[in-house]
T-cell receptor, first 115, second 114 residues
Framework: GENVEQHPSTLSVQEGDSAVIKCTYS??????FPWYKQELGKGPQLIID?????GEKKDQRIAVTLNKTAKHFSLHITETQPEDSAVYFC??????????????FGAGTQVVVTP | NAGVTQTPKFQVLKTGQSMTLQCAQD?????MYWYRQDPGMGLRLIYY???????DKGEVPNGYNVSRLNKREFSLRLESAAPSQTSVYFC?????????????FGEGSRLTVL
């Protein structure tokens, strides 16, 4: 089955700097890669996603890039703000998976933005 | 707009006790899911229900049972709790939008098994 590895496990950045989180996946047939943000005491919330037929997607200060050849994808947050402090999870869905909500998640990255 | 509601939010059990985690969604979604979250392991799928009347195993189903009571409600039962089931449990429903969609998670149920 699919295996997703996520790095780093913790990331400290100064406010205004950029943050990058990287994930690798094992199933070359995976076709959907969402990113979820989890604030303290809350459930994860989708912030951006990308499908395998797209190389990059942006939404304001966040962007995701996908390299299918290397089987890795990354989350980029620019001009970080204190409210970006949270745990971020990458995930992947295999093409053979029958349900779109059946995702393989990475272990998570704790992002801390210091003023 | 409640979204996905889970009860209870906190529970402490002794080994061997049973309990049911309740989940309800008010967004009219067909698919619902139970995930568990453990430190350093991300979220792992326990069971899911693609539609009312169907349930299927996920990655870590042992020790759990589920019931899709109706379109709104999807419960998770621990028949004989074990310390390894200490975790935070998240229920989610899936909204399809064109050729993509989104998982909506509840706020979680933190379970401790002593």
């Amino acid at each position: 089955g699919e295996n997703v590895e996520q790095h780093p496990s913790t990331l400290s950045v100064q406010e205004g700097d950029s943050a990058v989180i990287k994930c690798t996946y094992s199933d070359s047939a995976s076709n959907y890669f969402p990113w979820y943000k989890q604030e303290l005491g809350k459930g994860p919330q989708l912030i951006i996603d990308i499908r395998s037929n797209v190389g990059e997607k942006k939404d304001q200060r966040i962007a995701v890039t996908l390299n299918k050849t290397a089987k890795h994808f990354s989350l980029h947050i620019t001009e970080t703000q204190p409210e970006d402090s949270a745990v971020y999870f990458c995930a992947a869905k295999g093409v053979a998976t029958d349900s779109w909500g059946k995702l393989q998640f990475g272990a998570g990255t704790q992002v801390v933005v210091t003023p | 707009n409640a979204g996905v509601t889970q009860t209870p939010k906190f529970q402490v059990l002794k080994t061997g006790q049973s309990m049911t985690l309740q989940c309800a969604q008010d967004m009219n979604h067909n698919s619902m899911y139970w995930y568990r979250q453990d430190p350093g392991m991300g979220l792992r799928l326990i069971y899911y229900s693609a539609s009312e009347g169907t349930t299927d195993k996920g990655e870590v189903p042992n020790g759990y049972n589920v019931s899709r009571l109706n379109k709104r409600e999807f419960s998770l039962r621990l028949e004989s709790a074990a310390p390894s089931q200490t975790s935070v449990y998240f229920c989610a429903s899936y909204r399809t939008s064109g050729n993509t969609g989104e998982l909506f998670f509840g706020e979680g149920s933190r379970l401790t098994v002593l």
